[in-house]
């Protein structure tokens, strides 16, 4: 079992940053995937970036690219999520997720879940 804990978010003015963090505790974590999706008002869960544990290699959604930053800290088992020039459309409940082995960009394909955090981004 992986137990996911994020915190961050909050409210900002477009054009502004803020800065998720998640905290992975459980099992070991070779091969750990760690991911952060995101749910707007009516509409599904969207993958937003993911980062392997082992190579640290990233991975993000078109419409975050060169805009979030995703980076995990090996130390203290904590993966990052900056987040620049925010626009409205990223408002959403924003949650981190794990899986072992592979990068997977739909939500049903990873087991574990954090308890999400809201990010609001006014215009």
């Known amino acids: 079992q992986v137990q996911l804990v994020e915190s961050g978010g909050g409210l900002v003015q477009a054009g502004g940053s803020l800065r998720l963090s998640c905290v992975a505790s459980?099992?070991?974590?070779?091969?750990?995937?760690m991911g952060w999706f995101r749910q707007a008002p009516g509409k599904e869960r969207e993958f937003v970036a993911a980062?392997?544990?082992?190579?640290?290699?990233?991975y993000y959604s078109d419409s975050v690219k060169g805009r979030f930053t995703i980076s995990r800290d090996s130390a203290k088992i904590t993966v990052g999520l900056q987040m620049n020039s925010l626009k409205p459309e990223d408002t959403a409940v924003y949650s981190c997720?794990?899986?072992?082995?592979?990068?997977?960009?739909?939500?049903?394909?990873?087991?574990?879940w954090g308890q999400g955090t809201q990010v609001t981004v006014s215009s």
């Open positions: 997720a794990a899986r072992f082995t592979s990068i997977r960009y739909t939500a049903r394909e990873y087991p574990y």
């Open positions: 459980g099992r070991t974590f070779t091969n750990l995937v």
């Open positions: 980062i392997s544990w082992s190579y640290g290699a990233t």
